[in-house]
Structure formats: C-alpha cells, structure tokens
C-alpha cells in the first residue's frame, strides 16, 4: 500500500506542483506518452488541437534553431507554429546544403561554416523532411501545426499544457518513426476545470531512428 | 614552360574570381611527403620505362602528392572543380591538372530521386578506395592494382549523367544509383597495363602527360611505329567510348558497385605513334562494414584489350582480370589496412619478342596515425610476388618478390 503510494507520490506529484504554478483559471493538461510495454517516451512531440470555436488562438513567435553539427541535424526533430520560422546555424567547418522539398514548406540554401539562415513563414501543416544534398545521410524533420499546443515530452514522458480553454481537443503525437498515417496517432481529450492528465499509449513501437552518419569516417572525403 | 603558362593563367583567373566572388569559390588540398625505400625488380619503375611495380626506386624523399582542389559555386546546382597535381620524385616530376569539370547537382523530388551530371575531364566512378581530396586514398599512401591503373590509363573526357534513388524519402534504408558516361580522349587505354603489367603506387598520370613504354625486341620490328611515350590521354577515331555503373547502398553499412567500361575505338588507327586500343572491362565493388571499427573493402577488375596494325592484323592481345581485398580497422586516432591482391595479364597474341603474360600476388599493410584534425602519419610496407616473362627482356629474372616501406605525412586542407 505504501509502495503504490509512494509511487503515486512520485508519478503525480510533479503534475500537482505543475498545476499549481499555473494560473488559477486557466486549465492544464499533462499527456504522458507510453510504449506499449508502459516505458515512457521521450523527446516525442505531442500537440493540442482545440475542436471548438476560438475567436483567436495565441501565436508563437519564439525563434527555433536547428544546428548543423559533426554533420548532422541537431535537434532531429523540431515542431513549430504555421507562421514561424526555422533557423538554420552551421556549426560544422564544411559547407551544408540545406533543403526541404516537402509540399509547401519548400526551401534550400547552402550554408558555409559559422553562416546562420532563415527560412521564409512556413505555412504548410505537414510533415517537413530536409536533407543536406553534400551528406545525403544528414537527415532532420519539422512538424508544422496548426496549434500554439505543442511541444516534446520530458525524460518521464511527459508534457504539460497550459492555459486552455476547457472543452474537447484532438491530442495528438508525432514522430518520424511513429509507423502510422503521416507518422501521426492522435485522440480525443475533454479538458475540464483544473487539472488533466492523459496516459497516451502509442498503437506500435517506433521505428529505429537511423544512425546520422556516413559509411566513411575521414573527414576530407569527395564525391569520387 | 608549356604546362606552366596555362597553370599560372587559370591560378590567375581563380585568383580574380576569388576577388570578385570571394564567397563562392573554395579551394582544397593536400600535402603528402614521403621517405621510401624500394626494392624494385628493375633498375627503373614502370613510370620510367622500367619493369619495377612500384612508384619508386631505391630510397629517399618524395612529394608524394601536392594537391590544389579549386571548387566555383556557380549557383546552388551548378558548380565547377579543378584538380592540379604535383608528384616529385628523382627524376620524375611533374605538376599539371588531373580533373577539370562542370557539375550540376539537383535536390532530390520528395520520393528521393535526385539528378547529377558531369561535363568536362574526371575520373571514371570506380575506385573505392581513391575517395579523398583531389583522388586521394585516406586508407594507405599506394593504390590497389585495380586504381593505380586507373589512375594511369582511364579518364574520362565528356559527359557523365547520373540517377539516384534516395531510400530516406521513403524510409528504406536501401539507395539505389546508376549512371552512364559517354567519353573521349581514352583511344590508348590499355596500352601501359599490356606493356607493363599491374602496379602499385600513388601516382596519377597528369593530363598533358605521357608515360614511357618498357623495353621489348618487338619494339625493333612489329612495333617499330608505336611512339616511345604512351599518351594515354589521346583522341584518335573520335567516336565516344561508354561507362555505365549501377550501384546499392544499404543504410550506412554496405556500399556496392557494378560497372562496365568501352573506349569503342576503331580498330587499326594509329596516328603520330599512338595506337587505337580496343579495351572493354567489367568492374565490381563492395564496401562492407563488418562492425563499428571494421570493414572489408573489395574490387575485382576483368576485361581485355588489343590493338591491330593499319592492315588490321591482331598484334597485341590480352586479357586481364584483378582483385583485392582490404580489411582496415580503426579506432580513435588510429587507422590500419591491410590489402591482399591477385592479378593476371593473359598474352593471346604470338608476337615475337613481346611476351605481356603475368600472374602475382601482393600484400599492402598501413598505419595511420591521426596527428590532428587535418594532420596523419602513415607508415607502409609493401611486398609484391609476380612472374613476369617479359623481364627477361632486360636481363632480370622472370620471378621477382618486389618490397618497399615508405613513411608519409599528410596534410589536408
């Protein structure tokens, strides 16, 4: 008995802390995100869709950088409001070619070591894939949402999101490696006053995410 | 003075670009020295009109290879590269272009497919093992057999057109490629590696260069019109040659190629003592990677070539084929290699006083060591066993076990 208290204590806990930090009106909702075998996910992206009339959803403005470091993509994932802006640093001393052919979310740039570039607005929800067309084995991925919801889960698993409005949300995860429609699984949720939780099992195991490396480790190689 | 004047002018013109368009062009390259001592099993190497299958002879210093890679953005897709090469050994010096090209490189579409192409004078898409700055091996200071030849004999001046099939669109983890390339200027190709034999070495043969012919007595009569330089290099029926590969990479763990090479010369021209030479190989690769510090590197070389008289007599005809296995194993800052070769050059003809059968075996064993970033020590040694009836020619015996070491140090930038 003490043991299952014990361990409540630790698994809710931090959620009641989270809760009461946040401002008393607004409501919360915490998604802990699962493997089937109940291992909790992390660094997995989840957003909140409301799915009722809102005069007018709050828009992220923060800059979201991605690095380009010992020839890879760093973060590998990276989720943003339709409207933002991605920005791209080379920290590597070889030059990058950076592209995204996904749909509306089109770009390409090269970019030399140390430059930093922006992309224009993305304003296509979808998945982004962007590549480097020097290390074809350099791969990252954008997720556009229509939602100022969203963000990656903690070591726990666990995401918190707050000042919604209560009523129903489509609550959904992605991951490149998520073997599911658009690589997304999503639910209904209904917020209500206070404090919500969700436990959100994945259908199936993500896929390996591929190693961001080339089959050769000199560093001065060309294409021969 | 010749090969200087167009140097200094296209170091000039980059030099300007540079000014101009300071952001868009990169130069890149390498500085290899060497200390060698060479047991060869001739007086001379095969670069000097020897029978020696080294590079080198006896001991001393060498610029193993002195590399300028100049790369002029021209937009995204676009770009141009030029390779200049200096090698110096006693003796044998000599600085000059290798390639000179125009490259376009498209973005792949979402499924993956992406487009390349090639214009101009570069390297046929064989070699695994010459993958570095300016051709380049950053396994070992020599090339196998296979890529020394290649090296010598082979490049291609035209247009190389190229299909890829990127797997990561798709999430596979299999790629797929192929490409073809129709080329000139390769009319004599064949011509050293009947004359003599397979090698191994570091050197590649500069544009404007020719290379010596070995001594035989058929040079005296049959062959008495063939020039004493080979100019491997040279157009003469001006009809384009074909090369095509197909290549498979699995994720980033195995790497495979299969190709096909024709010159497609007419047969029995000869122009100012260069001969057209009928050469046609199959070649096949594979880049395996064992476990996170091992991996095999294989290449396995077959083909023929003949050249006739103006009355289209058959007068010189080989086949012939070579493999090489290399294991290398890696860890931290340390890199060793070890490659293991079979070779044969099989005489069809009955020409007198030219005998160009050979079988042998080699085995190549490095040590890298990684100084810094852009800075490594190589240490190598060498041993090659061949019977070679044709040094009988010069006095020599027709089984020879030939040995080198070298140490190197290299500098990429």
């Known amino acids: 008995m003490n043991k299952l208290a014990s361990l409540l204590l630790k698994k809710y806990l931090p959620l009641v802390l989270l809760a009461c930090i946040s401002s008393l009106k607004a409501e919360t909702l915490v998604v802990q995100v699962f493997d089937q075998t109940n291992k909790p996910i992390k660094d997995i992206v989840a957003f909140a869709i409301p799915k009722f009339a809102i005069d007018s959803l709050p828009s992220n403005t923060s800059q979201v950088v991605i690095d380009q470091k010992d020839k890879k993509f760093a973060p590998y994932m990276t989720v943003i409001q339709k409207g933002q802006k991605l920005t791209f640093e080379n920290k590597d001393d070889i030059t990058h070619h950076i592209y995204s052919v996904s749909g509306e979310n089109r770009f390409e740039f090269k970019l030399k070591t140390g430059e930093t570039k922006q992309t224009q607005a993305l304003i296509g929800v979808e998945e982004i894939a962007m590549g480097c067309n020097v290390h074809d084995w350099m791969s990252g991925f954008t997720l556009v949402v229509d939602t100022p919801y969203f963000g990656k889960t903690d070591d726990k698993g666990n995401l918190s999101f707050n000042n919604l409005k209560p009523g129903n949300y489509e609550i959904s995860v992605w991951h490149p490696q998520l073997d599911a429609e658009q690589h997304i699984q999503s639910q209904y949720f209904e917020i209500t006053q206070g404090l919500n939780t969700l436990d959100f099992v994945l259908k199936k195991a993500l896929l390996p995410i591929p190693t961001q490396q080339g089959q050769d480790e000199f560093d001065f190689l060309e294409e021969y | ?413």
């Not at chain 2, 897709?77 to 498209?106: M, P, Q, R």
């Not at chain 2, 898409?125 to 700055?133: V, Y």
């Open chain 2, 1 to 413: 003075m010749k090969i200087k004047i167009p140097l200094l002018s296209s170091l000039s013109i980059l030099c300007s670009l540079n000014n101009t368009y300071a952001a868009d062009i990169s130069v890149k390259g390498l500085v290899d020295l060497r200390v060698h001592q060479t047991k060869n099993s001739s007086d001379n190497s095969y670069l000097t009109g020897g029978y020696g299958k080294f590079r080198y002879n006896d001991s001393g210093l060498s610029i193993g290879q002195l590399a300028l890679q100049a790369e002029l953005e021209i937009n995204k897709t676009w770009s141009s590269t030029l390779v200049l090469n200096a090698f110096a050994d006693k003796g044998h010096s000599s600085i000059g272009y290798t390639e000179a090209y125009f490259k376009y490189k498209g973005l792949p579409t979402s499924n993956g497919w992406r487009v390349s192409s090639k214009i101009g004078i570069f390297y046929p898409n064989i070699s695994l093992e010459n993958i570095a700055t300016a051709w380049s091996s950053p396994y070992m200071l020599t090339s196998s057999t296979i890529n020394n030849w290649v090296g010598e004999e082979l490049r291609h001046t035209g247009l190389n057109f190229a299909v890829d099939k990127l797997g990561k669109f798709t999430n596979s983890k299999h790629t797929f490629s192929a490409d073809i390339s129709l080329f000139q200027n390769n009319d004599t190709a064949g011509t050293l590696l009947a004359w003599h034999g397979w090698t191994i070495g570091s050197r590649q043969t500069l544009l404007h260069e020719k290379i010596a012919i070995q001594p035989f007595p058929a040079r005296q009569n049959s062959l008495s019109a063939q020039a004493p330089l080979s100019d491997p290099f040279k157009e003469i029926d001006h009809k384009f040659g074909i090369h095509s590969t197909l290549g498979w990479k699995y994720s980033n763990k195995i790497k495979a190629s299969f190709g096909y090479y024709n010159n497609n010369t007419d047969e029995g021209l000869v122009e100012r003592g260069q001969y057209t030479w009928k050469t046609d190989f199959y070649h096949l690769g594979i880049k395996y990677r064992l476990a996170q510090q091992w991996e095999i590197i294989t290449q396995h070389m077959q083909g023929s070539t003949f050249m006739r008289s103006p009355e289209l007599v058959k007068v010189v005809d080989v086949d012939f084929d070579s493999s090489f296995v290399m294991l290398r194993h890696f860890w931290n800052d340390h890199h060793f290699a070890l490659r293991g070769e079979y070779f044969t050059v099989d005489d069809l003809d009955n020409l007198e006083g030219d005998n160009n059968n050979e079988t042998g075996r080699a085995i190549s064993l490095a040590y890298r060591y990684k100084l810094n970033k852009q800075s490594f020590v190589l240490v190598e040694q060498s041993w090659i066993d061949s019977k070679r009836p044709s040094r009988w020619y010069v006095n020599k015996p027709i089984e020879q076990t030939e040995k080198q070491v070298q140490i190197g140090f290299r500098y990429y930038f």
